[in-house]
């Protein structure tokens, strides 16, 4: 198994513009979400999805839009880039709860905003 | 949320055993509690997680207070790899949703 696989892993943006960060998982999780991290920061949670067609706000969820198609796969889109939105991007996925804790997490997209 | 509070940073000497503390006492009966750590320019990785027993794993061991509103990872001898941010978390078992909310962890360094 992969794990969890993200895609770019660096990125550079202009101010305006948008893009979609990619997140797969091969372990057939319900769980899926992303965690946005800052310079000397904690984990920070944008969106979760505990399913395909269903997705939730976490703590900062405004400028990034989700949408979960498949169990497979959970893209983080940004629609207008702002050098706020600069961070290290973590895509994280679990089993079904109580059953199966354990959190797996990507190796990060680092984002810069210009 | 119900939220945790821990130490900005502890040292720790190579070889010898670590103690990381964690608040909780607004936890609720079905919170888990979790811990995670954060390697330098990597993921979080999972640790251990325990409901209302002391648990063991290859990694650490999760001791968990009589009231259930203090907890403390032990490592039990502490190499140079260990040295990272140290995340302890409360995920409710009831909701399928149940979200990790990261706080700012416990920065661990080990001295040689």
């Known amino acids: 198994n992969a794990g969890v696989t993200q895609t770019p892993k660096f990125q550079v943006l202009k101010t305006g513009q948008s893009m979609t960060l990619q997140c797969a998982q091969d372990?057939?999780?319900?769980?899926m979400s992303w965690y946005r991290q800052d310079p000397g920061m904690g984990l920070r949670l944008i969106h979760y999805?505990?399913?395909?067609?269903?997705?939730d706000q976490g703590e900062v969820p405004n400028g990034y839009n989700v949408s979960r198609s498949t169990t497979e796969d959970f893209p983080l889109r940004l629609l207008s880039a702002a050098p706020s939105q600069t961070s290290v991007y973590f895509c994280?996925?679990?089993?079904?709860?109580?059953?199966?804790?354990?959190?797996?997490f990507g190796s990060g997209t680092q984002l810069s905003v210009l | 949320d119900a939220k945790t509070t821990q130490p900005n940073s502890m040292e720790s000497n190579e070889e010898e055993p670590v103690h990381l503390p964690c608040n909780h006492s607004t936890i609720s009966g079905t919170d888990y509690i979790h811990w995670y750590r954060q390697l330098p320019s990597q993921g979080p990785e999972y640790v251990i997680h325990?409901?209302?027993s002391n648990v063991n794993n290859r990694m650490a061991s999760l001791a968990i207070a009589e009231d259930r509103k203090s907890s403390t990872l032990i490592l039990h001898r502490a190499t140079l790899r260990d040295a990272a941010v140290y995340y302890c978390?409360?995920?409710?078992?009831?909701?399928?949703?149940?979200?990790?909310?990261f706080g700012q962890g416990t920065e661990l360094s080990v001295k040689p």
């Open positions: 372990m057939n999780h319900e769980y």
């Open positions: 994280a996925s679990r089993g079904r709860p109580a059953t199966n804790e354990k959190l797996f």
């Open positions: 999805s505990v399913g395909a067609g269903i997705t």
């Open positions: 978390i409360l995920r409710d078992r009831g909701n399928q949703g149940g979200k990790l909310i």
């Open positions: 325990g409901l209302t």
